[in-house]
């Protein structure tokens, strides 16, 4: 049969509608399946998984699992059965390069949350080191959490209690303006505690001259007898870190050390030198 070539054309072009149809379609369920996690974009080469694939994935033993947080971070609250090796580390590649010599499962990188990038950065450092089947669950430790208590740490118990999440509103109403934190830890019975490393004072003093004490957040003896006595002596303790993050790990601790008189610096140290700026102008 001999088509009128008008009949042709509606044909091709309904074709070509078809085809926008799909491809529509896939992007619109591309953007709507990064949505909500901006580091997908950034880091287009980074193969992530849900936390639906990732339960899967261990429940079929199919995977080893890698905190790439701090250790502090990892002895706080992690993936059951997940081991530590932070992406800041220098050995961080040669690390995982012996990690994957030693397995083939799949190798999948996770840490804080959404917005929390290390995980990328670990799947790019593992493609740059040609180390294969890596993966990011980039949804975080604190939604996993939530979605699998039996399948995570809080401290060192498990099931974790999700009453014993500490959510954002708790961990916001301990904080403090760099210039309230500074007036307030004036007030009798009160110690200010610096928890930098060494590597972000640089090896300077603290903010506040001979008013503060440094202990580093990995000497986690240390900082438990510190709080271990502060509980006894019904003393306050002010806290502060390099940019207001790491302090809601240590809220863990001191919570469940029972104590009760604690505040952090909003934005750390950072922003308390932010403040010192916008003073001098």
């Not at 580093?216 to 390099?242: G, H, M, P």
Request: aromatic share 12%.
């Amino acid at each position: 049969m001999i088509r009128h070539p008008y009949q042709i054309f509606i044909c091709r072009n309904s074709m070509l509608q078809i085809s926008l149809l799909i491809l529509s379609c896939l992007l619109f369920s591309t953007s709507f399946a990064d949505e909500g996690f901006p580091g997908r974009k950034i880091y287009p080469k980074v193969q992530t998984l849900s936390i639906e694939q990732l339960y899967e994935k261990i429940k079929s033993d199919d995977v080893i699992v890698v905190d790439v947080r701090s250790e502090y971070e990892y002895q706080t609250l992690k993936v059951l059965n997940a081991i530590n090796i932070p992406v800041a580390k220098k050995s961080f590649p040669t690390e995982l390069k012996k990690l994957r010599e030693g397995t083939e499962k799949d190798i999948v990188f996770y840490c804080n949350g959404r917005s929390c990038y290390k995980s990328y950065k670990a799947g790019i450092k593992a493609l740059n080191y040609n180390v294969k089947n890596c993966f990011s669950y980039d949804a975080g430790v604190f939604e996993w959490a939530l979605a699998y208590p039996e399948q995570a740490v809080l401290l060192t118990e498990t099931p974790v209690a999700k009453e014993r999440i500490i959510s954002k509103e708790e961990f916001k109403s301990r904080q403090l303006a760099p210039k309230e934190f500074s007036e307030k830890s004036l007030e009798e019975n009160s110690i200010i505690y610096d928890i930098r490393d060494r590597e972000q004072r640089r090896g300077g003093s603290g903010l506040f001259m001979f008013r503060d004490k440094n202990v580093e957040l990995a000497n986690i003896n240390k900082l438990n007898r510190l709080i271990k006595k502060a509980v006894e002596s019904d003393t306050t303790l002010y806290f502060y870190d390099q940019k207001g993050k790491q302090v809601r790990w240590l809220q863990y601790t001191l919570e469940s050390q029972g104590l009760k008189n604690y505040y952090f610096m909003k934005g750390g140290a950072a922003a308390y030198y932010d403040m010192l700026r916008q003073e001098q102008i």
